[in-house]
């Protein structure tokens, strides 16, 4: 027996669990369309290549040229980095960004200013006249 039994299996410990998720459809489906717009990323350079050599080497298709690769190899380098977050994240927690907080109410101190104090107060009063009008 291992001494690390205990531990959950990682992904070098579970290959076939680990390729049944990534090889589901949905991935599947953005596996293909990862490896399609990286090739059209290096189809667009190779296009503003040729621009450049037919316009005596434009800058500006130059620097077209060589910007299409780097914005696939970045689309890429996201995605990889995505699949691993995604290889290590337990299948059986709750699905990811549940728990995230997307707005939280600021909380502005209003101790050393009456007149801002008074002001919000007004401003909390008409607030809570609209949503008793919205229920009623």
């Known amino acids: 027996?291992?001494?690390?039994?205990?531990?959950?299996?990682?992904p070098a410990e579970a290959p076939a669990a680990l390729w049944s998720?990534?090889?589901?459809?949905?991935?599947l489906l953005m596996h293909l369309v990862v490896v399609l717009l990286f090739l059209i990323t290096l189809r667009l350079g190779w296009w503003q290549w040729e621009r450049a050599r037919l316009n005596d080497w434009s800058p500006l298709n130059l620097s077209y040229a060589l910007q299409w690769p780097v914005f696939g190899l970045m689309?890429?380098?996201?995605?990889?980095?995505?699949?691993?977050?995604?290889v290590t994240?337990?299948?059986?927690?709750?699905?990811?960004?549940?728990?995230?907080?997307?707005?939280?109410?600021?909380r502005i101190d209003t101790s050393g200013d009456p007149e801002l104090a008074a002001y919000n107060a007004h401003l909390a009063e008409l607030n809570e006249r609209v949503l008793r009008q919205r229920d009623s």
């Open 1 to 10: 027996m291992s001494a690390n039994a205990d531990q959950a299996p990682g």
């Open 89 to 106: 994240r337990d299948p059986d927690a709750d699905e990811p960004g549940t728990a995230v907080l997307l707005y939280q109410r600021p």
């Open 21 to 27: 998720r990534l090889l589901r459809p949905g991935y």
């Open 75 to 86: 689309g890429v380098w996201y995605y990889v980095r995505m699949m691993q977050v995604e």
